[in-house]
């Protein structure tokens, strides 16, 4: 599990068009780095809403936003459509990315413990370091934490 201040490792993904994502890609930019369980969930459509409602700032500062989950890129499609979400959904069938970032473990379910996904977000400095963990994550309230922590 990479932690603050450690330098993330590059990794490629795929988003619904088969396209290749990698993070070495985007060395130069800030990136936010959003991990969800589960397309068209409740939790998971509202953070995905709240991201896409505030767009426009992360764009405006040429911040890239990426959203992972272990769902198949024909579901981000179907969701991204959906939703009419600007920004890209990357592929981790296998949970590499996300067992890498920490984001799977033991979380609760409506008062069940289960082994899944923790909804979590990482921003990534422009030199490739993390900068900042929000985990868990507030699905509804996550968003604002992230552009206020940019705003500082």
Known sequence: MVKEGNKVKNFNLLDFLGNEHSLSKYLGKKVVIYIYPKDNTPGCTAQACNFRDNYEYFKENDIVLLGISADSQK?????????????????????SVIKYFGAWGVRNVYGRQIKGIIRSTYLIDEKGYLEKVWHPANAYKNTLEVIEYLNK
């Open 75 to 95: 579901s981000h499609e179907k969701f991204i459509n959906k939703y009419k979400l600007p920004f890209t959904l990357l592929s981790d069938e296998d949970y």
